[in-house]
């Protein structure tokens, strides 16, 4: 079965710092992989994706993330943090059967931004 | 504005109550998903629907039904609300695999006392 583990519940960086969120995932194929942003009482963003091809992949707000497949590991990347980032950000792994794209997600990461 | 309509935002039920959690999509999307959220549990597949007139188990079925209506419109019902069904659900649609990406609505927070 799928799975997705990020190690990482609370994480706390100042404004300007870089930051890093792990993710790895369990997938028996070729994954698609997907990270999500929730600010408070809001709904899921998609931040970027991966089907194939490139393994640094960028996406929107500055951030990036870079697959790699003999890690297992699909890692979220800002090069300098702003004050907005502060959100919940979850990794996700697609199972496609029929049609349908069925996410399993991680637990999700917590990100604090101090001024 | 296109995107995933939920209804309604916010429930409060009593235990034992039933009721129906309306989702709309105007994507012309094949499949739709219900998920909930708990805290520091990520969000976990309800139940999906692949395409009109199927509908699957995802996860945590256990206490919900779904109906497809139709190709737009996907609901999710309790038909006897328990406390462990608090959470905030999530209804999502996608178009093809492997070339869409998946649309959440805002989400609906259910709270059973």
């Known amino acids: 079965a799928q799975s997705v583990t990020q190690p990482d519940i609370h994480i706390t960086v100042s404004e300007g710092a870089s930051l890093e969120l792990r993710c790895n995932y369990s997938?028996?194929?070729?994954?698609?992989l997907f990270w999500y942003v929730q600010s408070p009482g809001q709904g899921l963003q998609l931040l970027l994706k991966y089907f194939s091809g490139d393994t640094l992949v960028q996406g929107i707000k500055g951030f990036e993330a870079e697959f790699k497949r003999s890690q297992s590991s699909f890692n979220l990347r800002k090069p300098s943090v702003h004050w907005s980032d502060a959100a919940e950000y979850f990794c996700a792994v697609a199972a496609t059967r029929g049609g349908s794209e069925k996410l399993v997600f991680g637990k999700g990461t917590k990100l604090t931004v101090n001024p | 504005n296109a995107g995933v309509t939920q209804t309604p935002k916010f429930q409060v039920l009593k235990t034992g109550q039933s009721m129906t959690l309306q989702c709309a999509q105007d994507m012309n999307h094949n499949s739709m998903y219900w998920y909930r959220q708990d805290p520091g549990m990520g969000l976990r597949l309800i139940y999906y629907?692949?395409?009109?007139?199927?509908?699957d188990k995802g996860e945590v079925p256990n206490g919900y039904n779904v109906s497809r209506l139709n190709k737009r419109e996907f609901s999710l019902r309790l038909e006897s609300a328990a406390p462990s069904q608090t959470s905030v659900y999530f209804c999502?649609?996608?178009?093809?695999?492997?070339?869409?990406?998946?649309?959440f609505g805002q989400g609906t927070r259910l709270t059973v006392v």
């Open positions: 999502a649609s996608s178009a093809t695999a492997g070339v869409s990406r998946t649309i």
């Open positions: 629907s692949a395409s009109e007139g199927t509908t």
């Open positions: 997938y028996g194929a070729t994954p698609y």
